[in-house]
């Protein structure tokens, strides 16, 4: 199995900045992609920042110039820093990865959540 564990969310005054971690565990052979997604309330699930399985990035227009989304493969680790926080980013934030896991049968490829972090921006 696979875990992904979340850490760095908390509350923060507008203006300011918070930096999120995923790391994830488990029977890894390899990571496809890696992202990170919110959910305000009553709202759906959104695409924040992500790398695709070619290493690109890509960026919600909202985000774009403040938050700034990096790997560490030697950890199987995952960051979001973001800056310039505003009151409409605060969400639950999700990591979110596609993980070749090696099973009985082999390499399976699955996708896996975190637990999810809040993140509350005051005004």
């Known amino acids: 199995q696979v875990q992904l564990v979340e850490s760095g969310g908390g509350l923060v005054q507008a203006g300011g900045s918070l930096r999120l971690s995923c790391a994830a565990s488990?029977?890894?052979?390899?990571?496809?992609?890696m992202g990170w997604y919110r959910q305000a309330p009553g709202k759906q699930r959104e695409l924040v920042a992500g790398?695709?399985?070619?290493?690109?990035?890509n960026y919600a227009d909202s985000v774009k110039g403040r938050f700034t989304i990096s790997r560490d493969n030697a950890k199987n680790t995952v960051y979001l820093q973001m800056n310039s926080l505003k009151p409409e980013d605060t969400a639950v934030y999700y990591c979110?990865?596609?993980?070749?896991?090696?099973?009985?049968?082999?390499?399976?490829?699955?996708?896996?959540w975190g637990q999810g972090t809040q993140v509350t921006v005051s005004s």
């Open positions: 488990g029977r890894i052979f390899g990571i496809n992609r």
């Open positions: 790398f695709n399985s070619g290493g690109s990035t």
């Open positions: 979110n990865e596609e993980v070749r896991t090696i099973q009985t049968m082999g390499i399976v490829t699955l996708d896996y």
